[in-house]
């Protein structure tokens, strides 16, 4: 390394180096926020769509997966509706804005209720808990309860 030549070759391998070091880099692409909402309990459902409404309007990019099972799939059944109506406007709506609805076969074949009951806007799962399992451990999602 005592030549003039691997000293340049040194310098200006190291130039180059500064050089690709201080130009600025594109951000990284921020990873997609995953959040699976749990629903057993359907009297809070009302709420609980609001909450995935508002959470779509902070982050619209938000990947939003509802996992109902036991009295929490109520609200997905064809006909659904309580004393403020229909809740099939407010999921098509969610629906569209890329919210998933899952609702638990064991639930259904626990109440003696085949598929057809289910809201089109819904797809049944084999297990509600296992989904939750699966997302969480497997996808990467949060938890949220409401």
Same mark, same amino acid.
């Given at each position: 390394?005592?030549?003039?030549?691997?000293?340049f070759?040194?310098?200006?391998?190291?130039?180059?180096?500064?050089?690709?070091?201080?130009?600025?880099?594109?951000?990284?692409?921020?990873?997609?926020?995953?959040?699976?909402?749990?629903?057993?309990?359907?009297s $809070?459902? %009302?709420?609980? &769509?609001?909450?995935?409404?508002?959470?779509? !309007? =902070?982050?619209?990019?938000?990947?939003? /997966? *509802?996992?109902?099972?036991?009295?929490?799939?109520?609200?997905?059944l064809?006909?659904?509706?309580d004393?403020?109506g229909?809740f099939?406007?407010?999921?098509?709506?969610?629906?569209?804005?890329g919210?998933?609805?899952? $609702?638990? %076969?064991?639930? &259904?074949?626990?109440?003696?209720?085949?598929? !057809? =009951?289910?809201?089109?806007?819904?797809? /049944? *799962?084999?297990?509600?808990?296992?989904?939750i399992?699966?997302?969480?451990?497997?996808e990467g999602?949060?938890?949220l309860?409401?």
């Open positions: 390394m005592n030549s003039p030549l691997a000293a070759g040194l310098a200006l391998s190291l130039g180059f180096t500064l050089m690709a070091a201080s130009i600025p880099q594109g951000r990284a692409a921020e990873p997609i926020e995953k959040v699976v909402y749990h629903l057993n309990d359907a $809070v459902a %009302r709420i609980a &769509l609001r909450n995935i409404e508002n959470h779509l !309007s =902070a982050s619209p990019e938000a990947k939003i /997966v *509802v996992v109902t099972h036991g009295k929490g799939i109520d609200f997905l064809n006909e659904a509706k004393d403020k229909a099939a406007p407010q999921v098509a709506g969610l629906k569209e804005k919210v998933d609805f899952r $609702v638990c %076969r064991n639930t &259904l074949k626990g109440r003696k209720l085949d598929d !057809s =009951a289910v809201s089109l806007e819904a797809q /049944v *799962v084999p297990s509600g808990v296992a989904e399992g699966k997302l969480q451990a497997r999602f949060v938890y309860k409401p």
